[in-house]
């Protein structure tokens, strides 16, 4: 990598660490708010989800800013609202100012992803390397935004606990006003032009007729595929992990009775995603993003079946099982993210990324809803089955790319994706 694509990288990383180690944080003080505040687990788990719909409904808006004032300016908004917000959940005395702080915190990380990822793809030249790391530094976040919390919160009052969680992101943001670097340098020069214009309302619109009228509008719903895959199986099977024979079986030394092994296989899975976004960041400077969907899609949903017979076998079949199924659910990303690069023009890039994270975050989130019924309702294996029609669905669509379908669907639409020459 070249000094501009390090500089980018480093802004980059620190932005999509810091985005999900405030998300997974919040969880942990659920339980501590559920104990000093007299209200109930549904009304809580409302002002919770105040908090997580904005993360995913803002991300079309966030992409439009980002095409308008700037990728930049538009990430170092974003971490100092985010640890602003925090500071709101740290001087919260009542259920409203935590709903406040939660809102305002989800506002502000819905402009991260449609921004962060369209400057990696107009201002890197290294392009996969550095989606590679950003997958990285998010799954970094991810695993150290809870064990931070929950170490704290055994010493500290809630109170300070977030606000000490605060701290890195007015320090990231701190680095990033200082950051150098060209955030158009592997594109045009007229593309820095363009995005400096004001987006109207008909131009927004006349620009999101001419994505969808392209591949892009296959990319979205593999996007949205992924998305329901995704949300699915990670809000579900931390608590499908716990209810497990193998788990109950297993007896802990004593002085460790109170550790729960299937929180520790979760977290596990999430640290093995570290290196399936590397690996997968690298492939698709090799592979075609469509062929890359294909494969790897047909192997979550081999995977998501293959938890219905080892959910009756030993820890250690349960461990070995989770720990590939990390790593695929974790190198996918970078596939999808580069297909929106290479699937749309520069100049509508951040628009691109906000439909991209509205499908992943906001439709993908309806997997939760869906799941959650059929786990009720029905059965564990009817819930990976539907799992694995999510993963099969997705590669159905990618193939459909990798054919060069969508260029007999759009042939009189803009200009033919190059990808899979």
Same mark, same amino acid.
């Given at each position: 990598?070249?000094? @501009?694509?390090?500089?980018?990288?480093?802004?980059?990383?620190?932005?999509?660490?810091?985005?999900? /180690?405030?998300? *997974?944080?919040?969880?942990?003080?659920? +339980?501590? /708010?559920? !104990?000093?505040?007299?209200?109930?687990?549904?009304?809580?788990?409302?002002?919770?989800?105040?908090?997580?719909?904005?993360?995913?409904?803002?991300? $079309?808006?966030?992409?439009?800013?980002?095409?308008?004032?700037?990728?930049?300016?538009?990430?170092?908004?974003?971490?100092?609202?985010?640890?602003?917000?925090?500071?709101?959940? #740290?001087?919260?005395?009542?259920?409203? %100012?935590?709903?406040?702080?939660?809102?305002? /915190?989800?506002?502000?990380?819905? +402009?991260? =992803?449609?921004?962060?990822?369209?400057?990696?793809? *107009?201002?890197?030249?290294?392009?996969? *390397?550095?989606?590679?790391?950003?997958?990285?530094?998010? @799954?970094?976040?991810?695993?150290?935004?809870?064990?931070?919390?929950? &170490?704290?919160?055994?010493?500290?009052?809630?109170?300070?606990?977030?606000?000490?969680?605060?701290?890195?992101?007015?320090?990231?943001?701190?680095?990033?006003?200082?950051?150098?670097?060209?955030?158009?340098?592997?594109?045009?020069?007229?593309?820095?032009?363009?995005?400096?214009?004001?987006?109207?309302?008909?131009?927004?619109?006349? @620009?999101?007729?001419? $994505?969808?009228?392209?591949?892009?509008?296959?990319?979205?719903?593999?996007?949205?595929?992924?998305?329901?895959?995704?949300?699915?199986?990670? &809000?579900?099977?931390?608590?499908?992990? =716990?209810?497990?024979? #193998?788990?109950?079986?297993?007896?802990?030394?004593?002085?460790?009775?109170?550790?729960?092994?299937?929180?520790?296989?979760?977290?596990?899975?999430?640290?093995?995603?570290?290196?399936?976004?590397?690996?997968?960041?690298?492939?698709?400077?090799?592979?075609?993003?469509?062929?890359?969907?294909?494969?790897?899609?047909?192997?979550?949903?081999?995977?998501?079946?293959?938890?219905?017979?080892? &959910?009756?076998?030993?820890?250690? !079949?349960? +461990?070995?099982?989770?720990?590939?199924?990390?790593?695929?659910?974790?190198?996918?990303?970078?596939?999808?993210? @580069? !297909?929106? %690069?290479?699937?749309?023009?520069?100049? &509508?890039?951040?628009?691109?990324?906000?439909?991209?994270?509205?499908?992943?975050?906001?439709?993908?989130?309806?997997?939760?809803?869906?799941?959650?019924?059929?786990?009720?309702?029905?059965?564990?294996?009817?819930?990976?089955?539907?799992?694995?029609?999510?993963?099969?669905?997705?590669?159905?669509?990618? #193939?459909?790319?990798?054919?060069? $379908? =969508?260029?007999?669907?759009?042939?009189? =639409?803009?200009?033919?994706?190059?990808?899979?020459?």
């Amino acid at each position: 990598m070249d000094e @501009n694509d390090r500089s980018i990288a480093g802004f980059t990383m620190a932005g999509h660490a810091l985005v999900h /180690w405030f998300e *997974t944080s919040i969880p942990i003080f659920l +339980v501590v /708010w559920l !104990a000093e505040f007299d209200v109930s687990v549904a009304l809580f788990g409302l002002v919770v989800a105040l908090g997580y719909a904005p993360f995913g409904l803002g991300a $079309l808006p966030g992409g439009v800013l980002a095409d308008r004032y700037g990728t930049k300016r538009l990430i170092l908004a974003c971490l100092a609202g985010m640890s602003l917000a925090f500071l709101v959940l #740290a001087l919260a005395s009542s259920i409203y %100012a935590i709903a406040l702080g939660l809102v305002l /915190w989800g506002i502000a990380a819905s +402009v991260y =992803h449609p921004a962060g990822l369209s400057l990696i793809s *107009t201002g890197v030249e290294d392009r996969g *390397t550095v989606f590679a790391w950003h997958g990285i530094a998010g @799954n970094v976040g991810i695993a150290l935004g809870p064990f931070v919390a929950a &170490t704290l919160l055994i010493a500290l009052e809630w109170q300070f606990v977030a606000a000490i969680l605060a701290v890195p992101g007015f320090l990231a943001c701190l680095y990033g006003v200082s950051a150098q670097f060209d955030p158009t340098g592997a594109v045009d020069d007229e593309v820095d032009a363009a995005s400096s214009k004001a987006l109207s309302p008909s131009e927004l619109v006349s @620009n999101s007729r001419a $994505l969808f009228a392209s591949a892009f509008a296959i990319v979205f719903v593999v996007v949205t595929f992924e998305g329901l895959y995704y949300r699915g199986m990670l &809000t579900y099977l931390p608590e499908i992990l =716990h209810g497990l024979p #193998a788990m109950g079986d297993l007896a802990l030394p004593a002085g460790l009775e109170g550790i729960e092994p299937a929180d520790y296989i979760y977290v596990g899975l999430l640290v093995v995603g570290m290196a399936g976004q590397y690996v997968g960041g690298k492939l698709t400077d090799r592979v075609a993003p469509a062929r890359g969907l294909v494969g790897l899609f047909a192997v979550l949903a081999i995977l998501a079946l293959a938890f219905v017979p080892v &959910t009756s076998m030993s820890l250690g !079949a349960i +461990v070995a099982l989770c720990g590939v199924f990390g790593f695929f659910l974790f190198a996918i990303q970078p596939f999808y993210q @580069n !297909a929106v %690069a290479v699937y749309t023009p520069p100049d &509508t890039r951040g628009l691109s990324y906000g439909y991209t994270y509205l499908g992943e975050f906001g439709l993908g989130a309806a997997s939760i809803a869906i799941a959650g019924f059929v786990l009720e309702d029905f059965s564990l294996a009817a819930f990976f089955v539907l799992i694995a029609g999510f993963a099969l669905a997705g590669a159905l669509l990618s #193939a459909t790319l990798a054919a060069g $379908l =969508h260029r007999f669907l759009w042939a009189e =639409h803009g200009p033919e994706a190059k990808a899979d020459d």
